[in-house]
C-alpha cells in the first residue's frame, strides 16, 4: 500500500513557476515509477511525465516538454514536478500517481493522490 499526498499547488500568472512535491508513505516507493497527471475542467485526466524507478528514465507529453521537469528523491520518498514558464492552458488538478513500471497511461497506475489545484492566470 502507498499513500500519495501532493502539495505545492496555487495562483500564478502566465510565464511564472510552481514546483509540485508528492510525499509517499511506506518504505517501497524505490519500488515504484511515478507519473504526474492533470485534469481541467470538463476535460479528461491527461498525462504529464513520468519517471522511472531509479530516476534514470523520464518522458513527458509534448505539450510541456521543454517547460516541466519531473525528478524524484527516493531517500525522501518525494517527486517533484518543476514547471516553468506556465501557460493558462496548463490550469487543471495535478496528480501524482505510482505504478510498477512507467506509463504514460493512467491505467496502469495503482495509487494516486487526492491532488492539487495549479490555476495559471492570464
Known amino acids: 500500500q502507498v499513500q500519495l499526498v501532493e502539495s505545492g499547488g496555487g495562483l500564478v500568472q502566465t510565464g511564472g513557476s510552481l514546483r509540485l512535491s508528492c510525499a509517499a508513505s511506506?518504505?517501497?516507493?524505490?519500488?515504484?515509477?511515478m507519473g504526474w497527471f492533470r485534469q481541467a475542467p470538463g476535460k479528461e485526466r491527461e498525462f504529464v511525465a513520468t519517471?522511472?524507478?531509479?530516476?534514470?528514465?523520464?518522458y513527458y507529453a509534448d505539450s510541456v516538454k521543454g517547460r516541466f521537469t519531473i525528478s524524484r528523491d527516493n531517500a525522501k520518498n518525494t517527486v517533484y514536478l518543476q514547471m516553468n514558464n506556465l501557460k493558462p492552458e496548463d490550469t487543471a488538478v495535478y496528480y501524482c500517481?505510482?505504478?510498477?513500471?512507467?506509463?504514460?497511461?493512467?491505467?496502469?497506475?495503482?495509487?494516486w493522490g487526492q491532488g492539487t489545484q495549479v490555476t495559471v492566470s492570464s
Open positions: 519517471i522511472s524507478r531509479s530516476g534514470g528514465s523520464t
Open positions: 500517481a505510482a505504478s510498477i513500471v512507467a506509463a504514460t497511461t493512467d491505467g496502469s497506475y495503482r495509487y
Open positions: 511506506g518504505r517501497t516507493f524505490s519500488s515504484y515509477a
